[in-house]
């Protein structure tokens, strides 16, 4: 970013976040809440502690949780606080370091499955220098890493520059620049990317590029230089279609990071699956152990073939969400459209996000589809080889275990037959010597004269 010099003043300066949180899964549809739904109003207490609000803001967690649980189902644009008529929770606090009177409002709302919060900042009646901007964004308190709002975010800043003859581009760089002197944050800091006109004055278009919805720093400087403009702003008929394009396009940045993390996973699983492939050719040649190795493969390659076809599905249900967001985008783009005065607007640049960013998501995804599909057969015809080479070894080991039981069982029904006739004839001989040695014959003598035979 340019680092124009922090001169010219600036009257009523209003700094708005516009936060987004999904409350419900946007996939499956789910009526239950996701878990930290609430972190939004959670993010509006710890602000009001920060900030020391009066009165605090303790409570308002607590109040929108109940007024959450009465309302479960799905409406497109549902005001959640309601109390004494009041659709705003307002506060006061003052600034620091320059001690300013500062107002402020908290406005939130339910679009669909996305919980919206609108947390303003003004310094009325007053006229401040542009380096003064930062007490709207005390210590980079409403920076993305310090919401951390799933979707992503968008700051807007509305204010009327004072006696300035200069060129509005150089000031809305310079406002931008002021957001961030207080804030000792390290972030990649936003850059000019679009400008046009809305209800007649110009509008900047900031960014960071960053992928990360808690890193993306989306900002937009909208100078009052048209007499009209305020009373158009005043009246808001322009909000419900500015903050629900910007809920879309939040939408469909997230959608895509979350496409671009599941691509990167199932990228790394695809090269485990190269791996094996690699190390099929270099089977081991012993059965049992080529056995033992393609065993252990069966039981691991389909658990990562099941996990790589889900983050396939995933990017699959991503890919229609982003459709059908970029179809609501263009919507309310034409609903803004038609709230802005026609004839000297130019809204152009928030076309551009369809026609140029969008496309290119669009078309990654396709080409990441297309790379992964791939993927998926390999892991199928993989598992299919591998199954089919363990049936043909273990038939074989079988096959030979049968034949080895076979030729056991004639080894031994032989060595039964040859030492049954062993024993017998081990028995007439042992029989026939019993007799021989009962009563052995000695030759004659005059003590013993020749007996009889017997």
Known sequence: MNNPELTGKLANPKLTLFAFHLCKNLAKGDKQPVDNSDHLWQKCAALGYLLQTNPQLDSLPE?????????????????????DGDRFVSFTTVSQPDKLSLEGEIYPLQLHDTYALDFTLRSPNLTLEINQLSNLNFQGCLLPCEIEASLGQTLLLFAKPVDFAGNYQNLAVACVEALFLDSQIEQPKPYLIGEGKLLGSPIFEFDNSQEDPKLKCHILVWLDTDEK??????????????????????KILYVYYKAHRCNEEARKLYSQLEEKVAEFSHLKSDREQRLEQLEGWLAELPQIGLTYARYLRDIELHQTTIETNIANYSYWLKKLGNCSAQHIDNLDFLQQFVDGSCQIFQKQIKVNMSYLTAGKELFQQMIETIRGIVEVDAQKQQVEYEQNEREGDRNLQITVAVVGVGIGVAGVVSSSYTLAVDKPWAPPSFQYPLPLHP
């Not at 109040?63 to 109390?83: A, P, R």
């Not at 403009?229 to 939040?250: A, H, K, M, Q, V």
């Open 63 to 83: 109040k929108l949780s109940n007024s959450n649980s009465q309302n479960s189902q799905q409406i497109d644009y549902l005001e959640l606080y309601q109390s």
């Open 229 to 250: 403009t305020s009373e158009i702003e005043e009246l808001g008929s322009y909000y419900p279609p500015l903050i629900n394009l910007l809920c879309c396009r939040s």
